[in-house]
């Protein structure tokens, strides 16, 4: 005769219940922080990897701009040189100052000027200022003298006339800036400074 066996299932207690839930919870938090570590040492490793980049980059743009600046200093540039200023006109529009300004090209090839700009002052007073319309170019292996012409207002004068006096010479101060392409380096400023004496015109002169 075949017995019949019966399976009794064991009645699970809540406490066990809950310390499977605990001990599942628990693993899946210390997966979590293993994941977490990991991403953290990788986001470590990424920083200091910009950084040193960042600081090698700083270095290399350093050394460019000092490769740069020792070009640029042993570069040959034009000599300029301002040999004159002196009272050029007396009009009704006002009086006119003419600058003789010398430039010897160093290159045998033309030199384009971009740009020359002036500003002309008496007596630490503003006269005139002013850009050269196409100052044109110099030619190779020569020097160029330039007419830079000044105008200054009839009221600008008369102020001083009379703040000075007639017929008295007056410290001038002319402000030059000539901008050159120059090969390899491009455009390239060469400020220059001339101070003298000049003498002003008189009221006469201002209302003739």
């Known amino acids: 005769m075949a017995t019949e066996s019966s399976s009794t299932t064991t009645p699970v207690s809540s406490t066990t219940l809950k310390s499977a ?3 599942n919870i628990l693993s899946h938090c ?3 922080r293993r994941i977490s570590s990991s ?5 470590r490793f990424l920083v200091k990897s910009l950084l040193r980049l960042s600081a090698k980059m700083a270095s290399l743009i350093e050394k460019a701009k000092n ?3 020792e070009k640029v200093v042993d570069i040959k540039k034009p000599e300029v040189d301002v040999l004159d200023v002196d009272l050029a006109d007396v009009s009704r529009d006002g009086v006119t100052y003419k600058a003789k300004v010398s430039i010897k090209n160093p290159y045998s090839v033309s030199i384009p000027i971009c740009d020359l700009s002036y500003s002309l002052k008496f007596a630490g007073r503003l006269a005139g200022s002013g850009k050269v319309p ?4 110099l030619a190779g292996n020569e020097t160029t003298v330039l007419d830079v012409i000044v105008k200054v207002p009839h009221n600008v004068l008369m102020s ?4 000075i006096g007639a017929d008295w010479d007056i410290d001038y101060e002319l402000e030059l800036g000539l901008t050159f392409d120059l090969p390899i380096v491009g455009n390239f400023t060469i400020p220059i400074t001339k101070k003298g004496q000049i003498k002003l ?8």
Request: glycine fraction near 4%.
């Open 21 to 23: 839930i605990r001990r």
């Open 30 to 32: 210390r997966a979590s």
């Open 39 to 43: 991403k953290y040492v990788l986001l």
């Open 67 to 69: 490769f740069v600046t």
């Open 134 to 137: 196409d100052p044109g170019s």
């Open 160 to 163: 001083l006339v009379r703040d």
């Open 201 to 208: 015109p008189s009221l006469s002169d201002l209302w003739t």
